[in-house]
């Protein structure tokens, strides 16, 4: 009988929780628009967050409200804006596909370290402490941007240089988030020529520390056409939306005395 008392008590306790958790799920249910289920069925799933969205599934909910566009899933691309739109009912429009690069070559070879780094590998970290090399721009090497990468689409070289996979790339810009140092960027697919530096500083400057960074002598802005590149202080910018074709630029790219001008395969 003493142990009776409280079996009956928990059990009348129960049962009065899940009747009243019963009533407060049909009271308080909320009607859940199918196109979102449906949505949700065609997205990637990485839930990378680069359409705005904090998931895919706050995408989904976004567009059935309006708040978001069909073509706003960076990683799914042209197909997955197409599949959105047919659900949506309405047209998907242009969807420009883009990818990373890395905007370094400053490897161990050409960007010697002036201190071996011993902390946490985190290029977070060691950019908290002003890096291990004497570029205070380039690339760390630690490779954040690659824990960062949902889709395994970039890993790191031999050199210590990170390297993208374009096949594999959604141009979801998590690598570009993670890198403290603004060596990861996103560039049209279609866009061949583009710079592999971001060191702000005067050539002779940029020499005592990277064989292989810009030094800003304009050859190549002097060397393309119609202004398709132009100078924005020491770096090179390369306008894609003058460009129709890049082989306009070979001579540029040929003719850089530090190569630092790229030319993706096409």
Do not use: W
Request: aromatic fraction near 4%; include cysteine.
């Amino acid at each position: 009988m003493t142990i009776l008392i409280p079996v009956l008590t928990l059990g009348g306790l129960g049962l009065a929780f899940g009747l009243f958790l019963t009533y407060a799920a049909k009271k308080f249910h909320v009607e859940v628009d199918p196109r979102v289920e449906k949505i949700l069925e065609v997205l990637p799933g990485a839930n990378c967050g680069a359409c705005g969205a904090p998931g895919c599934e706050g995408f989904a909910v976004g567009v059935v409200e309006g708040r978001y566009p069909v073509h706003g899933c960076v990683a799914g691309g042209k197909e997955v804006a197409e599949k959105i739109a047919a659900i949506m009912g309405v047209e998907a429009g242009e969807v420009e596909r883009r990818i990373a690069v890395v905007r370094c070559r400053g490897d161990r070879e050409n960007a010697p370290r002036l201190a071996e780094y011993q902390g946490v590998k985190s290029c977070k970290m060691l950019d908290l402490i002003g890096g291990d090399k004497g570029c205070v721009y380039g690339c760390l090497g630690l490779g954040d941007c690659v824990e960062a990468c949902p889709f395994e689409a970039i890993y790191m070289g031999e050199n210590g240089l990170p390297v993208v996979i374009e096949e594999r790339c959604t141009g979801c810009g998590e690598c570009v988030r993670a890198c403290p140092r603004g060596i990861m960027d996103l560039i049209p697919h279609n866009q061949l020529v583009y710079v592999a530096c971001v060191s702000p500083e005067r050539g002779q400057d940029v020499t005592k520390v990277c064989k292989t960074g810009c030094i800003g002598c304009s050859l190549c802005a002097r060397l393309a056409p119609e202004e398709k590149i132009t100078m924005d202080g020491f770096l090179p910018v390369v306008h894609h939306e003058k460009i129709e074709n890049y082989d306009d630029l070979n001579t540029a790219v040929e003719k850089c005395p530090t190569k630092v001008l790229i030319r993706r395969n096409a």
